[in-house]
């Protein structure tokens, strides 16, 4: 079965520092690989999606991520945080082979010190 | 502006209720989907239509149901045989296909008293 795993529930980080985020997929299948990000009550936005080519994707708001096909992972990181970017950042993984549609992880909550 | 609507923002019903939670999009796109999202689960698939008068079942559909009559709504009814039917529940359409970004509404966020 198809299933997507980030190790952490909860992250804080210092304003300013950086930032890496864990995303593992267990996936039999080529994988279309995507973060989101929601804010409290509120909807999710795209950040980021890689489906082949370079194995680096850049996102919105100075957010990037690495396809690493041997780890089966696809971490997202950003290397100085604003307050603003405290949120839930949620691993998304699709393939053709399962029909049009995502399976989630459970999501990380980003919490910014000032 | 295009987007994506959900009404009502808060939702409360009484237990053994039937309640039909609104989905709206203007964004000509012919998928639709339904998320539940529970805290510290993520997001798990409902129903999800990729054309007018065809839908398919997600991961978790019993005790929902959903109907597309039309390319701009995809109404969902969370019914009584839901046993925890309080949730946070986010629609969202693409233009078609698995590499097609997902655009969000703001939730509507059920409560079951």
């Known amino acids: 079965a198809q299933s997507v795993t980030q190790p952490d529930i909860h992250i804080t980080v210092s304003e300013g520092a950086s930032l890496e985020l864990r995303c593992n997929y267990s996936?039999?299948?080529?994988?279309?690989l995507f973060w989101y990000v929601q804010s409290p009550g509120q909807g999710l936005q795209l950040l980021l999606k890689?489906?082949?080519?370079?194995?680096l994707v850049q996102g919105i708001k100075g957010f990037e991520a690495e396809f690493k096909r041997s780890q089966s992972s696809f971490n997202l990181r950003k290397p100085s945080v604003h307050w603003s970017d405290a949120a839930e950042y949620f691993c998304?993984?699709?393939?053709?082979?399962?029909?049009?549609?995502?399976?989630f992880g459970a999501g990380t909550i980003l919490r910014v010190k000032s | 502006d295009g987007g994506i609507t959900q009404s009502p923002k808060y939702l409360f019903r009484k237990e053994g209720q039937n309640v039909t939670l609104s989905c709206e999009q203007n964004?000509?796109?012919?998928?639709m989907y339904w998320y539940r999202q529970d805290p510290g689960q993520g997001l798990r698939l409902i129903y999800y239509?990729?054309?007018?008068?065809?839908?398919q079942k997600g991961d978790i559909a019993e005790g929902y149901s959903v109907s597309r009559e039309k390319k701009e709504s995809f109404p969902l009814t969370v019914t009584s045989a839901q046993k925890n039917p309080t949730a946070f529940y986010l629609c969202?359409?693409?233009?078609?296909?698995?590499?097609?970004?997902?655009?969000f509404g703001p939730g509507t966020r059920l409560t079951v008293l």
């Open positions: 998304a993984v699709g393939a053709v082979e399962y029909g049009n549609k995502l399976v």
């Open positions: 969202a359409s693409s233009i078609s296909g698995i590499t097609d970004t997902q655009y």
């Open positions: 239509s990729q054309i007018v008068n065809d839908f």
């Open positions: 964004l000509n796109h012919d998928a």
């Open positions: 996936y039999g299948a080529t994988p279309y």
């Open positions: 890689y489906f082949s080519g370079d194995t």
